[in-house]
């Protein structure tokens, strides 16, 4: 039986390890922090599961909670452009029954390493260093590492021929209770929200440790309108300063919290990102290797809200390669090759991240407008637009490229002339 050490306890690590131990692998997790600790332990950003990615967590039985999360099913995306009336739309995630949940990843990750050694998986919980991973490469056949800070990761160099666009970003969060519904809307439609004069927004229905409420994302440039938190504010000061910023850039959303309070004194988050790629293989002092997995080797600009779905799709497409090779060695041929193939998919998401990111640089292309006009006219190209989100090297085919997005207007308009 091979023996696989994952290094880390966070959702793609733990999705390998679930997805490694249903195939009959000997998984090792070790981890700094015990499942109580993660529990109790400070927010992170909130990330959300689209449908195919809650689809492959239920092919594994990690979904615990879509009897008990909001089930998000729409979601309004809207445009604040400097100087000009706002914009929205509004689409559906995805086609009938299938929806999208925001789980506190503190319960998440909680309930899946405890899953994980009732299952038969073997759980450290222990600091690591490099010297310690020098040691274990002579114990496993393969190390994967899930965590992408400190010496482990600066085990992976960057790679700027795949990505040189890094720009720092800083996000705000608090997770709210008494937000005020979507007038006209059900209780779980999520809002997007993008500003030319600030940065971006997010108010998502969510699950925490004490049932539904809401959390909410500010994202910006560092140095940017958002970025408001120097001096590290006490989590009702950061409350405060956040709604000073809705207000001032983005109304609607203030309009819906202005009554709204923290879930609690641990409610609160400040984090700061640079967006990059770094090679996937770590070579140890002693000449062992590592493979580094999702966010250690693609960090997200956070804007897009695909830290969850594309290290789900990383964790499955690695699975996939480590079953398909058998009783090969897990070479530098292997770890270069398993993370080409998620690159595929990888690639085209970072695209979708670099054109939000930039979104506001120049004039918005006109294709882009009449994209914009359209999804307010016909239901199939906004739903079309949010499902993207699920899978966004799709935009490749109808959004980026003039051409082909008038093709596909041209389609949808005589579709509907069609029906007159």
Known sequence: MRKILIVGAGHSGLHLAHG???????????????????????????????????????????????????????????????????????????????????????????????????????????????????????MFDLIVVAVGHGELGALFDQDTSRFSGARPRVVAQANLYDVLPDPGEGPNIGWTASSADAGNAFLVPFLASDGPCHSLFLGDRTGGAMDAWPDRPSPDEQWRRMQELLQKYAPDYYERVSGASLVDGNSTLIEHFTPQVRNPVGVLPSGGLVLGIADVVITMDPFVGQGWNHSTRCARSYLQSIVEHGDRPFDEEFLSGAFERFWEYGLPVQQWAEMNSTLWDEELPEHFQEMLDAAATYPEVADRWVQGWDYPPDYAQWLYDPDLARAYLAEVAAAHNGQQ
């Open 20 to 138: 490694l131990l249903s195939h009959g692998y000997d998984v090792t997790v070790i981890t700094g922090q015990s499942s109580q600790e993660i529990r109790t332990g400070r927010p992170s950003v909130t990330q959300v599961t689209f449908p195919t990615a809650l689809d492959y967590e239920r092919e594994l039985h990690l979904d615990f909670w879509s009897t008990q999360a909001p089930r998000v099913d729409e979601f309004k995306m809207h445009l604040y452009p400097s100087g000009s009336p706002p914009m929205s739309i509004k689409g559906r995630t995805g086609t009938e029954g299938r929806f999208t949940v925001s789980i506190d990843r503190r319960i998440k990750m909680a309930d899946w390493l405890e899953y994980f050694e009732d299952s038969g998986g073997k759980v450290v919980i222990h600091g690591v260093t490099v010297t310690d991973l020098d040691y274990f490469s002579r």
